[in-house]
């Protein structure tokens, strides 16, 4: 089975800064990929940025990164230079084998001017 | 391909009452997922199709839930005798194989809310 933990229920950060949001994740797969998704208050989920467990460099699309960890089982999300319009939950989600995404619990970003 | 389309967005329906979802996945994507999602919590798996076959169902996918896809395309979810603990977010994800690098799209999902 696998297992997603997000450990902060919120997070706030100032325009323009960097924030990082904490993954740890659980598998026996040798084999899963990591997800991040942005989920503002219309509830669509946008997907973010992917890193395979084979990955040997962390993935980048624009202003996120994913700093991959895997000895230490963890798939942080760091975003830089936040916007107003980064404010939305966050989920890190896991696929492994022939599974399907499960999804952490989230973590709330805030953005204040 | 405008992406993964979801109907209807909104509904209420009174306790023991039937609902129907439905579900338009990008075309080209063979995979559809449902997703049951409560306030403050992340998304949880319900079922999956391959094409037509519905390849697993989650343990909370109870006899009064039931999925289809019935020529590979559009999906419907349909709940029987609503309970209040049905009222949720419904998200409708597609993929090509297992998603991998170009990941699952979700659609906007459909907020029940059982009364």
């Known amino acids: 089975a696998q297992k997603i933990t997000q450990t902060q229920p919120g997070m706030f950060v100032q325009e323009k800064e960097a924030v990082t949001l904490d993954c740890t994740y659980d598998t026996s797969d040798q084999s899963y990929g990591l997800f991040w998704y942005k989920q503002p208050s219309s509830g669509e989920m946008i997907f973010l940025i992917y890193?395979?467990?084979?990955?040997?460099q962390n993935a980048t699309e624009g202003r996120y990164s994913l700093n991959f960890q895997k000895a230490r089982k963890s798939a942080n999300l760091v975003i830089s230079a936040s916007q107003l319009g980064d404010s939305a939950m966050y989920f890190c989600?896991?696929?492994?084998?022939?599974?399907?995404?499960?999804f952490g619990k989230g973590t709330m970003l805030l953005v204040s001017p | 391909d405008t992406g993964v389309s979801q109907d209807p967005r909104h509904k209420i329906t009174k306790r023991g009452q039937n609902v129907t979802f439905r579900c338009d996945p990008i075309s080209e994507h063979n995979r559809l997922y449902w997703y049951r999602q409560t306030l403050g919590q992340g998304p949880e798996f319900l079922t999956y199709f391959q094409n037509e076959a519905q390849l697993e169902k989650s343990r909370l996918l109870s006899d009064r839930f039931s999925a289809e896809r019935p020529k590979g395309s559009f999906s419907t979810l349909e709940i029987q005798r609503t309970e209040q603990g049905d009222s949720a977010m419904y998200l409708c994800a597609s993929s090509s194989g297992q998603g991998g690098i170009y990941g699952y799209t979700f659609g906007s999902g459909t907020r029940l809310t059982v009364v």
């Open positions: 890193q395979g467990s084979y990955d040997e």
């Open positions: 989600a896991m696929s492994a084998g022939y599974s399907t995404l499960t």
